[in-house]
């Protein structure tokens, strides 16, 4: 037995269990019942895998005639879980930020792991093994310092309009086309050892590069890029250290990031390329402004509750402005209000509402509506006809009726919520200001519209004190 | 090598794929905790660092090691976590309502 536990085979048939559970992980992650059990068997699958890396380890150790230091293993794993806890316990608000910081995480120990590789093999590396080390470490590089960017822009310490300027594409794709360059010698040299920390920092570079235009409404995509990368970076480490777990892993995670920003390309009606390489926020600054002063409706609580009292069938369209004000609590205690009365409320949520996929979603399950009651746009976007009510809550170019028959609209061709079919419209907004993206919204100047004016917490909950108190 | 190499291509494939197909069924409801629950599984690069700080052949490559397990360590940690919150808070009115 002792020659089972620990030999190759042993460890090859823990990772195959693991690989099995982590797809498990994924599968039963498709629908809310059975997602917790699918929590469950990725954390099987990961302590399986540590633990029997580390017992593998002690055996090696022990053939080779070499002291495994199991002190600094141990100690590194609790100071880990010491900051790991804290990073799981962040407010539901604070979720894209804490992804994009984890995206960094992930990358910094992919590029860590294979820098070491590198320096402990260097002129020995093969061309194979060194062409997907420097895979890893590219990869793993511009995804430390992009998801760093694009956590800084999501916890605003950076500023989170685009920043461009001009011949920015032609600078970003010759400094990858250089890091690309320099992998290439490395892999027929790999003795060139002053090389390998240019090649590195330039792929930190090209991270904080390839954010630095990126606006908050394109921010989902590019988490889910940044995920991508951080997958494949992590798959290239399993090729490198011919672990099949790790390719396996990597190949999961590459492939749902990659799954989510085509998603959110779509939502978007933008194609990869497009977010990666051209800013969002010069092109609207131009087609504000023209039309000012058009006459708009507005409404008080009273007014607005007195709508949605007499309604049957309200959709509420929830966006960035919602989670920005703190306003899902007070939603719900809306929700909670007109189910009473009666009043069937549904939520439309759009592909890219909020700042990361499915961002929404987590903050009113947070604060507790039924996620049976959140429908996705194109599940709902036939229903708005029979709707007497579409309550729009710090959104805006997701219910941009231009987008479908503007031409000129920057956001031509995005696939929209409906909300203009509805009988009456009432969107909840600080001011006539054109939002981020400084789109204009003809919805706010149609007819069925009611525009009321305030913070969206302090609106809502002026609504909900007279639906409760009449 | 060669042949390492090409193992290794064909178990990327099928996990690609494989990944491809179970993923495209997640519901939309549950984007972000996919992502959180990816991201921590993605963090078993951690093997890789536990055998670097264990052999300790060098020591840059052995404090490089112990940084990367603490990053790969948070996430897996900080990931299931936050998960399992997210996931759990999520309720459907059915059973509830009468």
Partial sequence: ?470 | MGNALIDGLFVFMLAGFIGFEVIKRISPLLHTPLMSITNALDAIAVVGAIVLVGRNESRPAHIMGILAIIAATSNIVGGFLITDRMVKMFKSSRPTKS
């Fill in chain 1, 1 to 470: 037995m002792t020659t089972f536990f620990g030999s190759p085979a042993f460890i090859g048939i823990i990772y195959l269990i693991a690989s099995a559970l982590f797809i498990l992980a994924l599968k039963w992650m498709n629908a809310p019942p059975t997602a917790r059990r699918g929590i469950l068997a990725g954390e099987i699958g990961m302590v399986l895998a540590i633990g029997g890396t580390i017992l593998q380890l002690g055996v090696e150790g022990k053939l080779e005639h070499i002291s495994i230091d199991y002190t600094w293993i141990f100690i590194a794993l609790g100071i880990g879980t010491a900051i790991g806890v804290p990073l799981g316990l962040v407010q539901m608000t604070a979720v894209p930020q804490r992804t994009a910081l984890s995206h960094a995480f992930g990358a910094f120990c992919v590029t860590l792991v294979g820098t070491a590789e590198y320096y402990l093999g260097t002129s020995t590396i093969p061309a194979f093994k060194m062409s997907v080390l420097c895979v890893e470490v590219i990869l793993g590089g511009l995804t430390v310092t992009g998801s760093l960017m694009a956590a800084g822009k999501l916890q605003e310490v950076l500023p989170q309009r685009p920043i461009t300027y001009k011949g920015q594409n032609f600078v970003n794709l010759a400094l990858l086309a250089s890091t690309a360059v320099i992998a290439i010698y490395l892999v027929h040299n790999p003795g060139a050892t002053h090389l390998y920390p240019v090649m590195v920092g330039i792929a930190l570079i090209v991270g904080v590069m390839l954010v630095i235009p990126i606006g908050g409404a394109d921010m989902p995509t590019v988490i889910s890029l940044l995920n991508s990368y951080a997958g494949l970076s992590a798959a290239a480490m399993g090729f490198v250290l011919n672990n099949k777990l790790l390719i396996v892993a990597g190949a999961l995670d590459g492939s749902s990031g990659f799954i989510l920003s085509v998603i959110m390309s779509k939502a978007m009606n933008r194609s990869f390329t497009n977010v990666v390489f051209g800013a969002f926020g010069q092109v609207a600054a131009s087609a504000a402004g023209a039309q000012e002063a058009r006459p708009v409706k507005s409404a008080s609580p009273e007014e607005a509750a007195g709508i949605l009292a007499a309604a049957s069938r309200v959709v509420v369209v929830p966006g960035y402005g919602m989670a920005v004000a703190q306003a899902q609590h007070k939603v719900r205690e809306l929700y909670d209000a007109l189910t009473k009365r009666g009043v069937d409320v549904r939520f439309a949520i759009h592909p890219v509402a909020g700042r990361m996929p499915g961002h929404m979603n987590v903050l009113l399950a947070e604060a507790d509506v039924p996620y049976d009651r959140l429908i996705e746009m194109d599940d709902i976007n036939g229903d708005f006809p029979q709707t007497d009510v579409s309550l729009i809550i710090g959104a805006n170019d997701v219910t941009n009726p231009a987008a479908k028959t503007d031409k000129s609209s920057p956001i031509y061709g995005m696939p929209v919520l409906d909300v203009e079919k509805s009988h009456t419209v009432m969107v909840i907004k600080r001011s006539m200001n054109p939002g981020f993206a400084g789109i204009d919204n003809p919805l706010y100047y149609m007819d069925q519209t009611l525009m009321l004016f305030g913070d969206a917490k302090v609106f809502v909950g002026n609504i909900v004190k007279e639906l409760t108190h009449s």
